[in-house]
């Protein structure tokens, strides 16, 4: 399976989840930036920020690093015969080049082509639109843009619809083995992001269990003055799915509690260096497991914000701008003509 992957999100980790089911190895094809360029528009990650995510999620056993866009007869090839592929996979929504023409037309030619089902609710083009929304510039300051956009993004949010089961699909499903230490990591991973990844991975090799506490939307609002951009429940799909979380605890509290402590028999908490900033002055939520001693400072491996993300965006809005309208006509086209596919 092959995508752009840029602005990763749980819509592209429930492709891969579903792509994985259809056989024994999944590999994943991360398109060029040129490639990004000449067929969508600028993208907002680097090819090695979209290859950390990529690699990162549970599901995925082998990583191309810039595929062509377009599914050639060479690069199909080579699939089969360097990469071994058996089928190459893709979303029921249509993928075409700057032409009209499919591109994955030669896969299903030679019969090697299969289909899953798209993930509705969520998308990159999504993603930029509320941000766009969310987000002013302002003599160079990223800026909330006030309440009416908060609104709207809210009204923009209501095309997820959580499930039960699709948070058990993302799960792990066990639990720490006896004596196993037990490494607890907190934040809001708002447009989870290659340093969201880092620091997991980081924090998943103090110990042999991680647990990820996923602050809810009123406390992040509460603490930076602004909404999230991905509500709880789709950020808990993003943390899910990385392969270092082993659980989320879901709209964890702020504050590190005894209770919380005993309770998943937490041997040591960690924070890294590089954090959102706060509107608030607040009381050291990591107190009392600073004062048992079980507390750990770890440098964050990258210096990426969920902020710095979107402020790739806003600097350049209007390019981004067209990108949207462009792919947004898409998107209603498919959500206006689809009809029920079976699948996950």
């Not at 993302?170 to 809001?188: C, E, H, K, L, T």
């Not at 990426?304 to 402020?311: D, F, G, K, L, Q």
Request: aromatic share 8%; hydrophobic share 35%; glycine share 8%.
């Amino acid at each position: 399976m092959d995508g752009c992957f840029d602005l990763m999100h749980y819509g592209h980790a429930n492709a891969l989840r579903q792509a994985k089911l259809l056989g024994d190895q999944l590999v994943v094809g991360v398109v060029s930036d040129e490639e990004i360029v000449a067929n969508k528009g600028p993208p907002v990650l680097s090819m090695e920020e979209r290859l950390t995510l990529v690699s990162g999620l549970k599901w995925v056993d082998e990583v191309i690093p810039n595929a062509p866009y377009e599914i050639t007869e060479e690069f199909m090839n080579t699939l089969f015969n360097k990469y071994n592929i058996d089928y190459i996979i893709h979303g029921d929504d249509p993928c075409l080049l700057p032409d009209g023409t499919d591109a994955y037309a030669l896969a299903k030619k030679a019969g090697r082509y299969k289909q899953i089902k798209r993930t509705e609710g969520v998308s990159s083009t999504d993603i930029v639109g509320r941000i766009l929304l969310t987000f002013k510039h302002k003599d160079g300051v990223t800026e909330t843009a006030g309440a009416e956009s908060s609104d709207q993004m809210k009204n923009q949010l209501s095309n997820f619809l959580p499930t039960s089961r699709r948070i058990m699909q993302f799960s792990n499903g066990q639990a720490p083995s006896p004596g196993a230490r037990v490494v607890y990591i907190d934040g809001a991973f708002d447009l989870f992001h290659a340093g969201h990844v880092e620091i997991l991975r980081s924090a998943r090799q103090l110990g042999d269990f991680l647990i990820v506490g996923v602050h809810d939307d009123q406390a992040i609002r509460e603490r930076r003055g602004c909404s999230p951009i991905m509500h709880l429940h789709e950020r808990t799909l993003s943390v899910l799915a990385c392969r270092y979380v082993d659980e989320v605890i879901i709209g964890a509290p702020r504050e590190v509690s005894r209770d919380m402590i005993t309770t998943f028999n937490i041997s040591l908490v960690v924070h890294g260096t590089v954090a959102e900033g706060s509107s608030v002055v607040e009381v050291d939520p990591y107190a009392l497991p600073k004062s048992m001693g079980i507390f750990q400072t770890v440098t964050s491996p990258k210096t990426i914000t969920s902020v710095s993300v979107a402020t790739r965006i806003i600097d350049n809005h209007e390019a981004y701008k067209k990108r949207n309208l462009k792919k947004k006509a898409s998107e209603d086209k498919y959500y206006t003509q689809k009809e029920y596919v079976s699948g996950d």
